[in-house]
Every structure is written in C-alpha cells, then in structure tokens.
C-alpha cells in the first residue's frame, strides 16, 4: 500500500509557468483560496517531490480496494497477433468505477477537516460527480453536482447512483447560476461551463468548497497512487506507457512516477509515455500552448496549457470525460518539451477496439478508458517483439452501455 504521492513539480527541468490574472478585472487569484480547502492550495504550489497521505485517506484507499489490480492481457495480445506483453493497471474495480476516487477522497478529507459542509463540482460523463459523491458521504459532507445536460441525459444510471449517495444533481448549463443562465435550457453544456457554475455556486456561500476533477496539480499528484503501484506491480520493465487525457489526471498518476524516475536519470531512461486523446477535442495533438481560463466563463485564473480555447464546444461524443478544451500545466509542459507523445482517435474506431479488449479479456472499457485501448492496439502493431506496453484502464463502462448501443 502506497504512503505518499508523488509530485512531478519537484523534477521537471524548468518551472511550471505560475497561474496568472488576466490584464482587466477583479484579481482571480485572490480567489483562489475562498474556492478550495487551503491544503490542497498548498499541495498546488509544494515543490516537495513526496507528500504522505493522511490515515484517514490511507485507510479509505484500503477500504475502497486499494490497491488495484495490474494484469496481463494476454488474450488481447494472441487476438492481436503481436509479440509485444500488454498490461493494464485496472482502476475500474473502485466501487464508482473509475480511478477519479483516488483524488475524490484526498479533497473531501480536506475539505472536511477545515470545516466545509457542502463540496460543490462538475462532472461530464458523471464519473467524476459520483466519486465526489461518494467520497463526500464517506467523510460527512453534503455533495452538489453540475453535470453536462447531453450526460445528465443519457448517463441517467451515474446520476442516480449520485443520488444514491446522497448529492443533489443540476444539469448544467442550469438555471441556478449566472453562469448557467447565459445559455439556452437545450444547450449540451461542457465541461467549462459545468466549472464556471460549480466555481461561482462555491462562492456564493462561505461553507462551500468546490473540488475540481482533474487539471489541477494537486489532482494529478492524488492520482500518482496509480502509478507508484504499478511500478511495484509490473513484473518486467515497461517500453512504452500509454494512458487517455481529458484533463490529465490519469494519465499523470499513471505515468509521473516513471517520468518523475526518468528526468531525475534513475530509470526507465528509454520508455515512451503516450497520451491518447480524443479527435473531438484533440489540445495536446491540435491546440496552441498557451495561457487560457480553464473554465468558461473566466472565473479561474489563467494557466499555461495546451488549450483549443476556452469558448471550444466539444460536439457531444460519448467519451464526455475527454470534452475539456485543456490538460494540465504540467502535462502540457511535457508534451511542449518532447517527454511526452500525443494521439488523438474518433469515437467509432475507439468503440470498436473497446469491443475487441471486452471480448478478449471480458472488462467493458469506459469510452474514455477506450482511448487508451485504442493507442495501445496501434502501437502493439508497430512495436518490435517483446516490447512491453503498460496502459491505464482509468474506468469500467458498465454504466456506459448507452454509448455502446448507439
Ligand atoms: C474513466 C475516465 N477516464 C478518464 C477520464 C479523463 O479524465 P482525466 O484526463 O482527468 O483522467 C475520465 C473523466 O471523466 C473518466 O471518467
């Protein structure tokens, strides 16, 4: 069982481009710490490269089925007909069905024991609203959620399960904020406007706390959990490492412990680290890098990332968790100095390799987890006998059969 997360801040070669205010208006940044719980603020700027998790975090992680499973698809590999070893770490076994509790669980355990009441997010696909949800009821907190109308919708059983545990969901845009009350009540909504209205409900109240999904450094560091088992669990060195990005999150926590090892020199000096990404809202593949809000409604402060522009509307794939126009700062900065390769794929032909990997080794991927299928067969096909692919399965898409059938 892992004791600390990892933070790639501490080894990258330059500094991450810090947030900025844009030239008019209120400062963003003053805002910065009536939005979040203070400690996460502090993980966000932390230069050190090891931060233990908290007991109580440690012990939800074992509760909830930490650690997860990292298995072989050898079944996928003899379809395939390739010579290279394919693994997967599988975060879908969490009960929410996807790695997004791992951070979940850090931020409401926070947020809780500096006194907040109600925590307040957005979600696309609804995965991350649930493992808010959950991690919320789990540490005594109330739990409000903005969710994309076009997944709020269609993802009708992630909702309900949010219910289950006790939050209270608006599709979004919604007509509870201003943010959400500029658009038409038939908008699709996106993950930045969904931000835009859990940032400014946050505000409204001093005992509200708004806990992002992804994006985030402190969101990424969470996540390296994955990573940090992986590493302990892969029986043989690994060629290439491949995770999908909405905003990065699993990506980051799959990959930073072995990016982190490699720039420091220690190892895996000679592994490529691949992010597959979806067609529909292609940033590190199709964006320029620069500063840009991270919400919509510009409500953030500015961060330097790869960006399609924060007015991007993102067509309503079925991957809703891949529909962010931006990645995270420090994930950008690694793709912009060549550490990391970028592909991004259509939702048919990803769907269909998620069919192949479900008939193989019975897991039904997540659309979003499908991305990285996807990456993982085309590059089985190109890579040399024996070359070894480890990919993060970030989620089950059992709740997801609407995307199937469609
Ligand atoms: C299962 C799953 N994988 C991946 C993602 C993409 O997010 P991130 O890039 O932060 O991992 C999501 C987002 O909702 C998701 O639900």
Not at 97 to 125: F, M, W
């Amino acid at each position: 069982m892992v004791n600390r997360w990892y933070n790639i801040a501490a080894d990258l070669p330059y500094p991450l481009p810090p947030p900025r205010d844009p030239d008019e208006g209120e400062s963003r940044i003053a805002l910065l710490s009536r939005i979040f719980p203070q400690a996460l603020l502090d993980q966000e700027f932390t230069a050190e490269r090891w931060v233990t998790i908290p007991e109580p975090v440690r012990g939800a992680y074992a509760k909830m089925g930490r650690p997860t499973p990292l298995m072989r698809a050898e079944a996928l590999e003899r379809l395939l007909g390739t010579k290279a070893h394919i693994y997967y770490k599988y975060e879908g076994v969490l009960p929410v069905g996807s790695h997004k509790l791992n951070t979940a669980l850090a931020q409401a355990y926070y947020a809780s024991i500096e006194g907040a009441v109600e925590v307040v997010t957005e979600t696309g696909a609804g995965q991350w609203g649930l493992a808010v949800s959950l991690a919320s009821a789990l540490f005594g907190l109330k739990a409000t959620v903005f969710m994309t109308r076009s997944s709020y919708l269609s993802k009708v059983q992630r909702r309900v399960l949010m219910e289950v545990y006790g939050a209270t969901v608006h599709p979004s845009p919604s007509g509870v904020t201003e943010a959400g009350k500029a658009y038409g009540g038939d908008h699709p909504g996106s993950l930045g406007i969904a931000i835009s209205e859990a940032v400014e409900y946050a505000l409204s109240h001093e005992g509200r706390r708004y806990l992002p999904g992804s994006v985030m450094e402190f969101v990424l560091m969470h996540q390296t959990v994955i990573g940090l088992e992986a590493m302990g669990q892969l029986p043989e060195g690994p060629d290439i490492l491949v995770a999908c990005v909405g905003g990065g999150s699993n990506f980051g926590g799959f990959t930073y412990p072995f990016i982190g090892a490699m720039l420091r020199g220690e190892d895996y000096l000679k592994v490529r680290f691949v992010a597959a990404e979806s067609a529909a809202a292609p940033k590190l593949s199709g964006g320029r890098y620069d500063y840009d809000f991270p919400d919509t409604a510009g409500i953030l402060p500015m961060i330097k990332m790869y960006t399609l522009g924060r007015g991007h509307v993102t067509p309503p794939i079925h991957a809703a968790g891949l529909r962010y126009h931006g990645a995270a700062p420090s994930l950008s900065l690694l793709r912009k100095i060549g550490v990391v390769e970028a592909r991004s794929y259509g939702q048919d032909e990803v769907l269909s390799a998620a069919r192949l990997f479900a008939r193989a080794e019975g897991i039904v991927p997540a659309p979003e987890s499908a991305h990285a299928v996807k990456a993982v067969i085309d590059i089985a096909g190109e890579a040399p006998e024996g070359a070894v692919i480890a990919f993060n399965l970030s989620g089950h898409g059992l709740l997801d059969t609407d995307a199937y059938a469609r």
